[in-house]
C-alpha cells in the first residue's frame, strides 16, 4: 500500500505486482481525470483508491493533491497493512513509522547505500528504541537489499 506516487515506492509497486503481490495506492486525488493530469502513476495498482481532503480542511486551505502526509490517512493506511516498509522520505515516514508501532505492524526499512543511508538508519533505530523494549513491540527488520526486504514482507503478508 502506497501514496500513489512517482518514485521509489511507485518501483516497490512494480516489484511487487512482478512477485504476485497485491498493490494498493490511496491517492490524495478525488477523480481518476485529476489523478492522471498530476502525472502520478495510475497503472500497476491492484486497487486504486482515490480520496479527497476534508471540507473543514479545505476551508483552512489545504489543497487536494497535497494530502499526502495527513495522520488519519497514515492511520488507515497502515492498520490496513500487513507489514510497513519505509524508505527515507518525506515528514510523513515518521507518521508511518509512530502509526506501525503503535498498531505493532513488522516494520521493513530500506537502508540505501552511503552516508545518507546510514544516517536514515541511526534515526529509525534510535526513534524506535523505547518500543524495542516492549516484549510485544513489532518486529523490525533493516535490509540493504531490496529483493529480500520484498520477500521478507510478502512473507508477512501471508501470515496474517
Request: proline share 5%.
Given at each position: 500500500?502506497?501514496?500513489?506516487?512517482?518514485?521509489?515506492?511507485?518501483?516497490?509497486?512494480?516489484?511487487?505486482?512482478r512477485?504476485?503481490?497485491?498493490?494498493?495506492?490511496?491517492?490524495?486525488?478525488?477523480?481518476?481525470?485529476k489523478?492522471?493530469e498530476?502525472?502520478?502513476p495510475?497503472?500497476?495498482f491492484?486497487?486504486?483508491?482515490?480520496?479527497?481532503?476534508?471540507k473543514?480542511?479545505?476551508?483552512l486551505?489545504?489543497?487536494?493533491g497535497?494530502?499526502?502526509?495527513?495522520?488519519?490517512r497514515?492511520t488507515?493506511?497502515?492498520?490496513a497493512?500487513?507489514?510497513?516498509?519505509?524508505?527515507?522520505?518525506?515528514?510523513?515516514?515518521?507518521?508511518?513509522?509512530?502509526?506501525a508501532?503503535?498498531?505493532?505492524?513488522?516494520?521493513?526499512?530500506?537502508?540505501?547505500?552511503?552516508?545518507?543511508?546510514?544516517?536514515?538508519?541511526?534515526?529509525?533505530?534510535?526513534?524506535?528504541?523505547?518500543?524495542?523494549?516492549?516484549?510485544?513491540?513489532?518486529?523490525?527488520?533493516?535490509?540493504?537489499?531490496p529483493?529480500?526486504?520484498?520477500?521478507?514482507?510478502?512473507?508477512?503478508?501471508?501470515?496474517?
Amino acid at each position: 500500500m502506497t501514496g500513489g506516487c512517482e518514485g521509489l515506492t511507485y518501483g516497490a509497486v512494480r516489484g511487487a505486482s512482478r512477485a504476485g503481490g497485491k498493490t494498493i495506492a490511496v491517492s490524495p486525488w478525488s477523480s481518476l481525470r485529476k489523478l492522471r493530469e498530476s502525472g502520478d502513476p495510475v497503472r500497476g495498482f491492484t486497487h486504486l483508491w482515490l480520496t479527497q481532503v476534508p471540507k473543514d480542511l479545505q476551508r483552512l486551505g489545504i489543497e487536494e493533491g497535497k494530502f499526502n502526509h495527513w495522520s488519519h490517512r497514515q492511520t488507515h493506511d497502515v492498520a490496513a497493512a500487513a507489514a510497513v516498509v519505509l524508505t527515507p522520505g518525506h515528514g510523513g515516514t515518521l507518521g508511518e513509522l509512530g502509526n506501525a508501532l503503535v498498531l505493532k505492524r513488522p516494520i521493513a526499512v530500506l537502508q540505501p547505500k552511503g552516508e545518507a543511508g546510514a544516517k536514515f538508519a541511526r534515526a529509525i533505530r534510535a526513534y524506535t528504541a523505547f518500543y524495542r523494549l516492549e516484549k510485544s513491540a513489532p518486529t523490525i527488520r533493516f535490509f540493504k537489499d531490496p529483493a529480500k526486504l520484498a520477500a521478507w514482507v510478502l512473507d508477512q503478508s501471508r501470515a496474517r
